[in-house]
Structures are given as C-alpha cells and as structure tokens.
C-alpha cells in the first residue's frame, strides 16, 4: 500500500528541518521518501493525500503518561481502570496524534502493557517501579491494585521482558501531592463527615498541617484554621483531628516513598536504563542529593513535570538549572493548563522553563483530572506561537528528542526520513488540535478527524 501526502508544510522532526510545500511518500508501512516538493505532472500509483494548508508531523511521542494499560494505575497502584477507559484514554491520544506512549503507571506487567500495545493502534510501551519501598508505599498510600505478579516482580525482570525505563518513581498519591489532594484526602473527609470538599480546599488544608514541603513541623494552626472554615468543616472536626486525619492520609507513604526514588535510581544507574522521576517541592531535596550521589556516573535520569505547580517558579527554575549542570534532563507536563483547568490553573512555571533553552528537553502530559489533561499536539503549538521555539524545535520535542532520550522507546520512529516507520501525523496550520489524519505504521487510524476501524485491533 502506497500513500503520498503533498502540499503541506512538513516538519520532519529533526528540530531544524522544515520544507514549506514538501511531499512524503509512504510505502509498505515505512517513509520511502521526503522530498521538497511533487512535481505534479508526476502521476502515484496509490493514495494521494492534499495537505495544503496542514503541517505534516511525525507521529507523537508522549513520555508521560497514565491509565493506557489494564495494569494498577499511578505509583500508588489503585485499581486498574476497565477496559473501556484506558482504550478511550489511548482513543484521546490518538485522535490529537500521538502514536506512542509511555506507561509510566509503574506496576503494570509487561503483559499487561502488550495487552494494551495489541488491542490498539497507539504504540504502547511499559516503565517499571517494581522495587521495594515504590511496592511499600503503593500499599500505604492505596495498593488496592497490586496483585501477587505485581507484588513478586522485579525491575529486572520487567526491563529483560522489555520494559524501557524505571518510572514513574513517586506520585503525587504517594508524595502527598495533587493525587492526596484531588482523591486520598477528601474522601478521607468525606468519609469521616459527610463532607465533601474540592481539590483546592484539600490543598489549603494539606498545606497549613504539613507545608509545601511535607513536613509535621510545619503545621500551621491559624493557616489551617482558615482553610478549614473555608472549606465548611470546623463544625466537623476539631484542628487536631483534621490535622490528624490529613497527616493519617499523607505520610505513611511518603518516607518509603522517598527511599523508592533513591533505589529506583540507583538501580537505573545499574541497569544502564533511563529514571523518570517525580519533580515536585517534596522531592526537590532528594533529587538534589542523588545529583550529587550519581555525578559522573554517565546515568539518565529525567525530572518529570520539572514545571509542577508545587515548586515556586523560581524553585523550579533553580532545580531545573542544577539538573542541566549535572546532566538529568527534564520533562515539562502541559497537564490541563491550557485549555482545561482542572487542577493546573497556572502556565508561570510552564513558561519560565520553556523560554529558557535547553532547561525543558521533552514534553508530555502526564494524565489531569480523570485523564482530561490538554493535547500533547496543543502544547506543542502553545511553545511555538509563544516563541519558545520554533515550530521544528517544538516539534522535537516529542519527536526525536523523546525517541533520542529513551532507547527502545520508538525504534525507527521519531522522524520523517526515509527507511523509518511511517507514523505521520496531519494537522491544520491554523489550529494543530484540528488532526485530519493520523498514519500508524503506513496505516490510516484517524481520517477527517474520527477514529477509522483500523485503529482498534
């Protein structure tokens, strides 16, 4: 099967490379060419695709992401989503054009994983946090998803059965983050009084009894005071119990959890496979101490949503700069902050990262409330309309830098050049959401912006 995509501005990955009226030609499930323009008094023995006024992309590559397999979800391994959910999770990544994802739910098997990567179209790859004190404080912040296989696998044998990094180490579930204040804390409430109290409550609340940072000795009395007749519950609960409740919810997790990310880098080191790690204000003090423990070491470690909202600006500007000087790359999540606004309401972080170069070397999303975080593709059109870079460099950005990043990730895939694989991706100039086409493997899985029976298999 034969397939040529003409007239649009195809941007081929590479960072730099951007041939304004190009061509690709697909054959045989593979790029068979890239050219600067089609002659059109040439005639093509197969499918001939008119992208003017569309940018032709490599198929995306998203390095964080959550609930795309029938494995426990998040790094507190709470049930695994049903089916219907984790395929409509892949149907949302694909429909915005992304073709590969990384599971970074950390307790998936990888048969799990391929259970995914066979009943869908999107290329579906497995991280592993199968260690120690990560299994502990899955159990202490949730674990209702853990299984015996999950309980008894190794990291070991997870990357010889193919999983391609160790991730994601710590979780806002587990590190007393947004998963305490979006799940573990308000439905301890709610169960304790009938109350129900939004995330930004949870948040206030969590923050007066243990601080930015998670510590006891931070608790603030009048703070919490504040938050709690704010959020409707000094009739409900007395400052020493709702302090108790919120410290109950949060720290049995969060020292091993804290030791799980020390192990799960070490242990990267030691495998000679990328960490993706959890950067956030509560992990800021271990991350710097392994810098310093692994310089030198030649280990990949990448700081995942390096632009958490939990991180002052600055903190995160400061950790991110420190990170480049000691060579651990960084991930910026555009969660829901652009279009959506669940949880995410700021892009400060997002923006003093990013038009800085070299801070930020991948983009993701990460997962948002109920899986509603914005489009991979709207974040890349996001960098480039702000000039942070160029519509090449962003689309790099999770493209070739991600397949560059993590080995075994996209083999032959990441850019259009001839002899790889043929996921493109089709999208109007105007507006990137609006994907008209998506190739996986030469095969076409969305046409004219809906899914086509390809896309499930």
């Known amino acids: 099967m034969s397939t040529l995509i003409r007239g649009g501005t195809v941007v081929t990955g590479s960072g730099e490379t951007v041939l304004p009226a190009g061509a690709v030609v697909v054959r045989d499930g593979r790029i068979a060419d890239v050219l600067d323009h089609w002659d059109m008094t040439l005639s093509f023995a197969g499918e001939v695709i008119d992208a003017s006024g ?72 497995g991280a592993t946090t199968h260690l120690p004190h990560c299994v502990q404080a899955a159990a202490m912040a949730d674990g209702h998803g853990l299984t015996a296989v999950s309980r008894e696998l190794s990291v070991e044998q997870m990357l010889d059965d193919g999983a391609v990094a160790i991730g994601e180490l710590g979780g806002g579930q587990t590190l007393g983050g947004g998963g305490q204040d979006l799940v573990y804390i308000p439905a301890a409430i709610h169960k304790a009084s009938g109350i129900r109290i939004t995330i930004d409550q949870a948040r206030r609340i969590k923050e007066a009894v243990l601080g930015r ?36 919810s949060v720290m049995p997790s969060f020292v091993p959890a804290i030791e799980g990310i020390r192990e799960g880098i070490r242990a990267a080191s030691t495998f000679g496979v990328p960490a993706i790690v959890h950067s956030a204000s509560a992990t800021a003090n271990v991350l710097r101490q392994m810098m310093l423990e692994l310089d030198g070491s030649g280990a990949t470690v990448i700081a995942a949503h390096a632009n958490h909202p939990s991180h002052t600006p600055d903190e995160a500007r400061e950790l991110a700069v420190l990170g480049r000087k000691m060579g651990w790359p960084a991930e910026a999540s555009v969660f829901d902050l652009l279009h959506r606004r669940h949880t995410v309401k700021t892009r400060e972080h997002w923006d003093i990262l990013l038009r800085e170069p070299e801070l930020i070397s991948v983009i993701g999303t990460d997962y948002g409330h109920d899986g509603d975080h914005d489009e991979l593709i709207s974040a890349i059109e996001d960098i480039a309309v702000h000039g942070h870079r160029s519509l090449a460099g962003a689309v790099a950005m999770a493209t070739s830098a991600p397949a560059d990043l993590i080995p075994g990730i996209a083999p032959g895939r990441g850019r259009l050049e001839a002899g790889r694989m043929a996921d493109v991706v089709v999208a109007s100039a105007d507006e990137l959401r609006d994907v008209r086409l998506v190739l996986v493997d030469g095969v076409c899985v969305v046409r004219d912006g809906k899914l086509t029976p390809e896309a499930h298999r």
């Open 54 to 125: 569309c940018v032709v992309m490599p198929g995306l590559i998203n390095v964080h992401t959550h609930g795309v397999t029938p494995g426990p979800l998040f790094p507190s391994a709470a049930p695994a989503l049903p089916a219907e959910r984790w395929m409509g999770n892949l149907d949302r990544h694909l429909l915005s054009g992304t073709t590969t994802v990384l599971n970074l739910c950390g307790f998936a098997s990888m048969d799990e994983v391929r259970e995914a990567d066979r009943r869908h179209s999107v290329h579906v790859r």
């Open 213 to 248: 940072f998670i510590d006891v000795a931070a608790f603030n009395v009048n703070a919490l005071a504040e938050a709690a007749k704010e959020a409707g519950l000094t009739e409900a609960f007395t400052a020493t119990q709702l302090a108790k409740l919120v410290t109950d």
